[in-house]
């Protein structure tokens, strides 16, 4: 729906949903506002992650082509990569259903791929501008990777600014949280915390230097630097 002109655009044609409860399809914007990702499906069988077009002139189509629980879409801060969490390659629990995730990202462009592949000490191929690259999803399997070094009971993940690495939290059978920071080049995995659980929403700052846990005894700030806590006072 646009304010300026009051037109609405139909981007997910009725029927790709089905909503068990309230709450349990996600879709996000991707930061140039050109792109949405959303879990088509149903949670109760399989799920995928899906691109819509914002200005509904392409159809929706199939990301993750997973044939697993797919959800929590998000994008990297260029929009030319989406990435979610995926049940395919976690352990299953004795009614089969997922017990552990993974976190996997889809590269859009060629681009985003080989910027991706290339080493710190390699060339970085040059982004595209915002309006001027478009999704290439031909042979968009082999250009879809697992970012995790483990499955994990995952409570949070979120790409950084520089879509360098990826912070990640998971959680123990004790509800334990345990936060790790993964370096999306070199696959260098560095634990940064490990603590019980205050909160049940977890952000990231944007310069990815702490995450925030809010719950019902108010907001805790994790220094990522060093493990340390703090509460946040309001």
């Known amino acids: 729906y646009t304010r300026a002109d009051g037109k609405s655009v139909t981007v997910l044609p009725e029927g790709a949903i089905y909503s068990y409860i309230d709450g349990d399809i996600t879709f996000t914007w991707s930061p140039d506002s050109r792109w949405l ?3 088509t499906g149903s949670i109760v069988r399989d799920s995928e992650i899906s691109l819509l077009d914002a200005s509904g002139r392409l159809p929706p189509r199939n990301v993750s082509l997973g044939g697993f629980r797919e959800n929590d879409p998000q994008f990297t801060p260029d929009s030319q990569a989406l990435y979610w969490s995926s049940e395919r390659d976690g352990l299953r629990g004795a009614d089969a259903n997922g017990a552990q995730s993974d976190v996997y990202i889809a590269h859009l462009t060629r681009e985003s791929w080989d910027a991706f592949r290339s080493t710190d000490d390699g060339p970085v191929p040059a982004a595209k501008a915002a309006a001027a690259w478009e999704p290439d999803l031909a042979g968009i399997r082999h250009r879809t990777v697992r970012l995790t ?6 409570a949070f993940s979120r790409v950084s600014a520089d879509g360098h690495k990826l912070v990640f939290a998971t959680l123990d059978d004790t509800m334990r949280l345990a936060g790790y920071r993964v370096d999306l080049r070199t696959r260098a995995l560095q634990p940064l915390f490990a603590r019980p659980l205050t909160g049940t929403h977890i952000a990231l700052d944007a310069a990815g230097e702490n ?9 805790e700030r994790i220094h990522l630097a060093d493990g340390t806590a703090s509460a946040v006072p309001f």
């Open 149 to 154: 070094p483990f499955s994990s009971r995952l």
């Open 37 to 39: 990702a959303a879990v």
């Open 211 to 219: 995450l925030y846990l809010l719950g019902r005894g108010g907001i």
